[in-house]
C-alpha cells in the first residue's frame, strides 16, 4: 500500500466555479482573432463572430472538452513511447528561447548560439531525471529566419528524448514536423509515438495573432500535439487577484482547444498557462514568485477537472546565477509541481526570470528533481516494509546494521552526488571542495556525455533539408 503524496490549493466547489467563471468569460467577453478561416470555422460551428470578435457558448467549449484526448504520448527518438501525460504523472524538462548563456566553465554570459545548444541538449540528455527536452535557446549566431529549423536539428541530433519546440512561423514548423517525421520514421511511426510537441502563445489577454492560429491549424491537422499556453502576468495582462488570472489563463487556453477540435477532433492536446505576478518593484514577469507556484497548482487541478494533460513550470529563478537563491526558488517550484500532478513540466534550469540558459543550473535542478523523485512516491506499508519480526529478533539494545533486511533496504535512502553529508575533517581530507566547486565537476561530466548518433543516412537528409533552408 502506498499514498500518493499530493497538494491540492483548490477545493471541489472552487473548481467548479472557476470553470462556470472560465466559460462565461468566453461566452460574455470572448477572443478576439483576425484569421480569416479560423473566423469561419468557428461561425461555421456555431460561435458567436461579431467582427474579430469571437464568442464561445458554454456548450461548444464543454464539448470541445469531451472530444480532446485525457492522454497524450511523446516518443523517444527511437520511437519509445516514454513520456505519459495522463491523470497526475509529472515529467520534468528544460525550456525554450532563452536569448543568454551562462558558460559553466568560464561564468561569462554571452549571446545564446548554436553551439550552446549543443552542450544544453547533451546536457538534458545525460540528466536522468529531465525526460524530455525543449529546443532552450535561440541561435544568435545564424539568419533569425531559420534560428528556429537549426536550434531543432541541433536538439534532435545531441538529445534521444522527446522535444518540445516553438517556431517563428508556419514555414519553421513545416520544417521541424519533416524533420521529426524522419527521425520517427513516416507518419505512422510519427502518430504512434510523437518525438515533438509544439509551442503555442495565445497573447493574453484573450487574443491571436494570425501567425500562432496558423500554427495551431498545422498542428491539428498534422496530429502534432499542441501545448496552447498563455502567459499573463497578474497586475499586468491578467486582473492582479490570482482567480482572475487563473480564470483568464484558462479561457486563453481552452479557446485554442476549441480551434483544434474544430478541425480535427481528438487532436492531441495540453492545456495550461504561465500565470505568474508582475514584480511592482522592478515590473519582471517573475520566474520565482511562490504565487506562481500557486497558480500552476491550481491550474493543474483544473486540468485535471477536464481530463486534458497540462503544461507546468517549476525549477526556473530569477537568480542571476545557479546560486542559494536559485536553487530555493527551484526546491520550492519544483516540490510544489510534483505533487500537484503537473504533468509535462518545463523551465527546468532557467535563470534571470526566463532570459539565460546554465547547464550548471540544469544539473543543480536535476539533483533537487531526484530528491523529489524520492519523496513523491510516499511510504510503501507492507508486512516486509513494517519489519515486525525483524524489530522482534533485534530486540531491545540491539542494531540493525547486520541484518538481511537493512542490505535490501538501506538503499532506498536517497544519496546525492552534489550535496554533501561528510565529517567536516572528512571533507577536509577529501580536498575540502565547496558546493560550487562539486557542481562544475558533475556539470562537466555532464558536458561529456555521449548520445546515442543518429543514423548515417537520417543526418545525411537533415543536412540536405537544411541546405535549402537559405
Not at 181 to 186: D, E, K, P, R, S
Not at 268 to 278: N, Q
Not at 318 to 336: G, M, N, R, Y
Amino acid at each position: 500500500m502506498r499514498f500518493k503524496p499530493q497538494l491540492r490549493v483548490l477545493g471541489a466547489d472552487q473548481v467548479e466555479q472557476l470553470h462556470l467563471a472560465t466559460l462565461e468569460l468566453l461566452e460574455r467577453t470572448g477572443i478576439e482573432i483576425t484569421h480569416r478561416r479560423a473566423l469561419e470555422i468557428l461561425d461555421g460551428a456555431g460561435a458567436h463572430v461579431d467582427g474579430e470578435r469571437v464568442r464561445m457558448p458554454a456548450w461548444l467549449v464543454e464539448d470541445a472538452i469531451r472530444k480532446a484526448p485525457s492522454r497524450v504520448v511523446l516518443g523517444r527518438r527511437d520511437g519509445e513511447r516514454s513520456v505519459f501525460l495522463e491523470s497526475d504523472k509529472v515529467w520534468f524538462g528544460p525550456s525554450v528561447d532563452c536569448v543568454d548563456y551562462l558558460d559553466p566553465l568560464t561564468g561569462e554570459r554571452s549571446r545564446f548560439v548554436s553551439d550552446n545548444c549543443r552542450v544544453t541538449s547533451t546536457v538534458a540528455d545525460a540528466l536522468p531525471n529531465f525526460t524530455w527536452v525543449m529546443t532552450i535557446g535561440m541561435a544568435d549566431d545564424v539568419d533569425a529566419d531559420i534560428a528556429d529549423r537549426v536550434i531543432a536539428k541541433q536538439t534532435f541530433t545531441y538529445c534521444e528524448k522527446p522535444m518540445v519546440f516553438s517556431c517563428q512561423d508556419v514555414d519553421g514548423m513545416r520544417d521541424i514536423y519533416e524533420m521529426a517525421l524522419l527521425i520517427a520514421g513516416g507518419e505512422d511511426r510519427f502518430r504512434q509515438a510523437p518525438p515533438v510537441a509544439h509551442l503555442s502563445d495565445p497573447i493574453s489577454p484573450l487574443l491571436y495573432y494570425d501567425v500562432a492560429v496558423e500554427k495551431i491549424l498545422f498542428c491539428a491537422e498534422k496530429g502534432i500535439p499542441l501545448i496552447n499556453y498563455p502567459a499573463p502576468q497578474a497586475g499586468s495582462t491578467a486582473p492582479a487577484s490570482f482567480a482572475g488570472t487563473i480564470v483568464q489563463s484558462s479561457a486563453e487556453s481552452l479557446s485554442g482547444l476549441v480551434l483544434t477540435q474544430l478541425v480535427r477532433p481528438g487532436a492531441p492536446f495540453i492545456y495550461g498557462a504561465f500565470a505568474t505576478v508582475m514584480d511592482m518593484r522592478t515590473t519582471v514577469f517573475s520566474y520565482g514568485a511562490p504565487e506562481m507556484n500557486l497558480m500552476v497548482a491550481a491550474l493543474a487541478q483544473m486540468a485535471q477537472h477536464y481530463r486534458l494533460p497540462f503544461f507546468g513550470a517549476a525549477g526556473c529563478s530569477d537568480a542571476k546565477f545557479p546560486d542559494a537563491q536559485a536553487a530555493a526558488e527551484a526546491a520550492f517550484s519544483c516540490l510544489s509541481s510534483a505533487l500537484s500532478g503537473a504533468n509535462l513540466v518545463h523551465d527546468a534550469g532557467w535563470l534571470d526570470h526566463g532570459s539565460v540558459a546554465s547547464p550548471a543550473y540544469m544539473v543543480l535542478v536535476n539533483e533537487i528533481l531526484d530528491m523529489v523523485n524520492h519523496f513523491t512516491p510516499g511510504i510503501e506499508i507492507s508486512d516486509e516494509t513494517l519489519a515486525l519480526d525483524v524489530m522482534d529478533r533485534v530486540g531491545p539494545g540491539g542494531h540493525y546494521l547486520e541484518e538481511g533486511h537493512t542490505y535490501k533496504h538501506f538503499r532506498d535512502v536517497w544519496y546525492s552526488d552534489l550535496f554533501d553529508r561528510s565529517i567536516y575533517d572528512e571533507w577536509l581530507g577529501q580536498g575540502g571542495k565547496r558546493f560550487e566547486e562539486r557542481l562544475l565537476e558533475l556539470t562537466e561530466d555532464a558536458m561529456k556525455h555521449e548520445p546515442a548518433p543518429l543514423d548515417e543516412e537520417v543526418v545525411r537528409e537533415l543536412d540536405r533539408m537544411a541546405a535549402h533552408w537559405d
